[in-house]
């Protein structure tokens, strides 16, 4: 049907000849009311843009002599960063003559991503840039469920003894006691076998 056909026949009907695609051979009109079509597509975007999760960098620095409360302190933040589905970005400053020892940083940094990494997903690693050294991590899905469900039972079984409701941190916490009470008992486990072998040898 040529042009002039289509634009009589969406007269005749008090509709409009809109072009759909452009850009195909031959070009796609249709004859619609574009009132209404312009009203569904802006409706239909508006929609898209709802559904779009926007992720948005968070950043905290630390010196390289932080100290463990102000790295505690920091981390806790980035972790809430995680949690609130925020992308993270760690950096390490070197200020004055601090630069000539960069394993401080480097030191400190891994400190810092093992305290994230049980709900973050490390995006790159480490990069030195000038006197800024520098971490990106993003939000793992499947570690925050696993981690919001350790919690969870953590909170069940502390509910069954009538004791308050363990929050996040708190449960971080547990978590490193008992892996420190684990080693400590290997440990001591070793020592004991030795000192044994020691004796039988004498």
């Not at 759909?20 to 796609?28: C, G, M, Q």
């Not at 440990?187 to 000192?195: D, F, I």
């Amino acid at each position: 049907m040529s042009s002039q056909e289509a634009l009589r026949l969406a007269i005749s009907r008090s509709l409009d000849l809109v072009e759909i695609a452009p850009n195909s051979k031959p070009p796609v009109c249709k004859i619609i009311n574009y009132g209404k079509y312009n009203y569904e597509r802006q409706k239909k975007e508006k929609t898209q843009k709802k559904n779009q999760n926007v992720m948005t960098v968070k950043e905290i620095r630390f010196n390289a002599n932080t100290d463990s409360h102000d790295i505690d302190f920091k981390t806790k933040h980035l972790r809430q960063f995680l949690f609130d589905g925020h992308k993270i970005k760690a950096t390490v400053l070197y200020k004055g003559r601090m630069i000539t020892h960069p394993e401080i940083g480097r030191k400190l940094m891994e400190e810092i991503l093992e305290k994230l990494t049980d709900v973050g997903k490390l995006e790159s690693p480490p990069k030195l840039e000038g006197k800024m050294l520098t971490a990106y991590l993003i939000p793992d899905k499947n570690k925050i469920t696993a981690y919001n469900n350790r919690i969870a039972k953590l909170n069940k079984q502390t509910a069954k003894q009538d004791k308050p409701a363990i929050s996040g941190d708190e449960a971080a916490v547990i978590e490193n006691a008992a892996a420190e009470e684990k080693t400590d008992t290997i440990e001591k486990t070793e020592t004991t076998e030795t000192t044994t072998e020691t004796k039988s040898e004498e």
